[in-house]
């Protein structure tokens, strides 16, 4: 095509002394993250800066199964003309590319049986083939399954007729775990490697890392992210607790470089987040990006971004295979973004850092039974893609009233310091905040330029914690762990993402709330892993029906394990209003040269129109979701609340066009041709406090 670039983008480098090639199509997107190298990035030119103001809605493909705060976080794939994803409740269909016209669906709870609401949310699909044998893999709450790509009926050689328990398999002698297969596993060979979602409290699985086998479903490796005695990093924990942890998982994905055969696996915190009295030590491999052999599961090389993390700094996205030249030479490598607005970039092959990164002093901890560590690791490059500190200079001041209620709200809480440790008597400012900086979005890099760009939540968040007292009631204990994070010790939530729980006796029956908690909705999971005495304890609780307990039943209901002192729930620094207490901008696209790690430009992301009317300058809001970028000269998010769609100059950052979306599109979009005709489509699934959506909407240029 006369707007197309070549099909098959080459890459040469040195690698054992050999000169090789890699070929990755770049006009594809059957992978999570797009082409092989999860670079979001399409070599695919027909629509250009010239002519992206054309673009209009080629299809909108309408799920039907919209619910109350549901999503849709799903970044299809686009395979031989046909595009896959996820509905809200978990249904996976197979859609013309060129029309959206459904060529199937498949509702995986006809086989699990129950309602199609409880298995939280879903962020794509992957895909195998070989020969005449097509598979569409995708997990479904605590599920992993397996369908015909072709006419999504059950491939019931795999596994059991078709599904793999995934709290099975685990090396531990439990498995009533919560575990969400959120994030698409990645295929290598005939493997499908996986990651997965868990609880944030003490009773949490452990996250191993686990690789199957396409065909039959047989668990092929297993690797130990929460090491067992004698494995490496098993020094770096409490040997006294150390098998009752849990966390340290992969619940943002994973990406593959198929010519070394490595796979990248980014981890999150270990349990319990924000008090780690039973995890002394720097918790290998926890908040770590893991280099495994893709075969064997063995570990190749690691770096630990957070030491003993109690702030919740999950790595949040799979890493970019990149391409850059430092110094004039040209290395392979990859790079990882993070909650904390850095950006870590790595060789390949032996993980070691492109530019330094140093172990600096940081503030300690004075919880008591806490053990927080002395140093953290910061790269002197690339330049962060957002503020790493929240000062004086930075409360929100648009208006006197807004100032003056965020200092009202600030007059006994600490702030001014990045790694600021969570306090035993004052709230803290966390900043970044626990969504970020970077988000499960993703980054994208244009391999042509060596730029990477990324869009960053800049909002204040407060962390406040509270002792555990040993409450008197079992349904207290037992809301405190399992649902006091999200919706606080309060019961009012985190608004508008997160709902309050006040008053639930005035909307709920305690058979009705009983089978809410069972089931699940939404972004909320199933809580089906606890036994349903337990579960009638917390009913008992919310709707103000709970008996007192003397000590002795409470203590035969408590977890093996409890912290010193609980986080008081998710909050957000906000006014009366609903705005965020800093100054904007709130939502940031940064694109950062990767040769150099300095920034190339930076950019208000999102609007609120609320404000604009006021006559504000746009403010940028919360984006969920992430960037690609095209050889057209584009990149193209949605991500905001604003419920638009955008198409930015890659060279500049101007914006160039933007369309509104029927609901927020709280995903990363895809690019994919088809009959010669390129296409963009997002997944528009609002949530996140905005109206809920059920459409994937396909933008073209007019015929």
């Not at 800066?49 to 209009?56: A, D, P, T």
């Not at 790595?315 to 990882?336: E, H, M, S, T, Y």
């Not at 993703?442 to 869009?455: I, R």
């Amino acid at each position: 095509m006369r707007h197309k670039l070549a099909a098959i983008f080459l890459i040469t480098w040195c690698f054992s002394c050999q000169t090789t090639e890699e070929q990755i199509d770049y006009t594809n997107w059957a992978h999570y993250g797009g082409p092989a190298d999860a670079s979001h990035y399409s070599s695919l030119a027909q629509i250009t800066k010239e002519n992206v103001s054309q673009l209009v809605v080629a299809w909108i493909y309408h799920t039907g199964d919209a619910g109350e705060r549901s999503q849709i976080q799903c970044q299809p794939i686009a395979i031989n003309g046909i595009l896959y994803g996820t509905t809200p409740k978990l249904n996976v269909f197979a859609l013309d590319a060129a029309t959206g016209q459904e060529i199937w669906r498949f509702d995986p709870f006809t086989v699990l049986g129950g309602e199609n609401s409880w298995a939280g949310t879903n962020r794509g699909v992957s895909y195998w083939e070989k020969g005449d044998d097509k598979r569409i893999l995708f997990g479904a709450g605590n599920w992993l399954m397996a369908v015909d790509a072709l006419t999504g009926t059950p491939k019931l050689d795999f596994g059991d007729e078709g599904k793999i328990d995934l709290r099975k398999g685990l090396d531990t002698e439990r498995e009533d775990f919560l575990i969400v297969a959120n994030a698409p596993g990645v295929i290598y060979g005939d493997l499908i490697i996986l990651g997965m979602r868990l609880s944030e409290g003490l009773d949490a699985a452990p996250g191993h890392i686990r690789a199957y086998n396409v065909q039959t479903g047989k668990q092929e490796w297993i690797f130990h992210t929460i090491p067992h005695q004698g494995e490496y990093g098993y020094e770096t924990w409490d040997p006294d607790y150390i098998s009752q942890i849990g966390g340290a998982n992969n619940w943002a994905g994973m990406s593959v470089d198929y010519q070394r055969g490595i796979v990248f696996v980014p981890t999150g915190s270990a349990t319990y987040d924000f008090w780690g009295g039973f995890r002394k030590g720097d918790n290998l491999f926890s908040n770590s990006l893991i280099a495994l052999d893709a075969s064997t599961g063995k570990r190749l090389w690691h770096f630990q971004g957070v030491h003993h993390d109690i702030w919740d700094r999950d790595f949040p996205a799979n890493p970019n295979l990149i391409r850059i030249q430092k110094d004039g030479k040209w290395i392979d490598a990859v790079a990882q973004i993070s909650k904390q607005g850095y950006t870590y970039v790595f060789e390949r092959e032996n993980g070691e850092p492109v530019w330094p990164i140093s172990e600096q002093p940081v503030t300690q901890s004075i919880l008591p039974g806490e053990f927080s560590s002395p140093t953290q690791p910061i790269p002197q490059l690339p330049k962060p893609f957002m503020k790493m500190v929240f000062e004086e200079k930075d409360i929100l001041n648009l208006r006197p009233e807004w100032e003056q209620d965020i200092r009202a709200q600030l007059s006994n809480t600490l702030y001014g310091d990045t790694w600021l440790p969570p306090h035993p008597e004052k709230p803290i400012v966390l900043f970044p905040g626990m969504d970020g900086g970077a988000e499960w979005g993703g980054a994208a890099f244009d391999p042509e330029t060596q730029t990477l760009y990324v869009n960053a939540n800049q909002i204040p968040w407060i962390i406040e914690m509270t002792p555990n007292s040993g409450f008197e009631n079992v349904g207290k204990n037992l809301y405190t762990t399992y649902c006091g994070n999200c919706h606080g010790l309060d019961l009012k939530g985190n608004l508008p993402s997160i709902p309050g729980l006040v008053d639930l006796k005035n909307k709920y029956s305690a058979d009705s709330l009983s089978k809410l908690l069972q089931k699940g909705r939404g972004a909320m999971p199933s809580f089906q892993h606890i036994s349903a005495e337990n579960r009638k304890l917390i009913v008992d609780y919310l709707l103000g029906q709970e008996a007192q307990s003397d000590k002795k039943e409470l203590e035969s209901q408590k977890a093996n394990l409890e912290p010193q002192y609980y986080m008081k729930g998710y909050k957000k620094l906000l006014t009366k209003e609903g705005l965020y207490g800093s100054n904007p901008p709130w939502g940031l696209l940064t694109a950062i040269d990767m040769n150099s790690g300095q920034h190339k430009w930076q950019v208000t992301l999102g609007e609120i129109d609320s404000l604009s009317a006021q006559g504000f300058a746009p403010t940028g809001t919360e984006n969920y979701g992430g960037p690609v970028v095209t050889a057209g000269g584009l990149l193209f998010i949605a991500a905001t609340k604003d419920e638009k769609i955008r198409a930015f100059d890659k060279e500049n950052g101007k914006v160039l066009w933007e369309a509104k979306l029927p609901a927020s599109g709280h995903a990363t979009p895809a690019i994919y041709e088809k009959n010669g005709k390129q296409f963009l489509v997002i997944a528009c699934g609002g949530g996140k406090g905005t109206k809920s959506g059920d459409a994937y909407v396909a933008f073209a240029l007019p015929d």
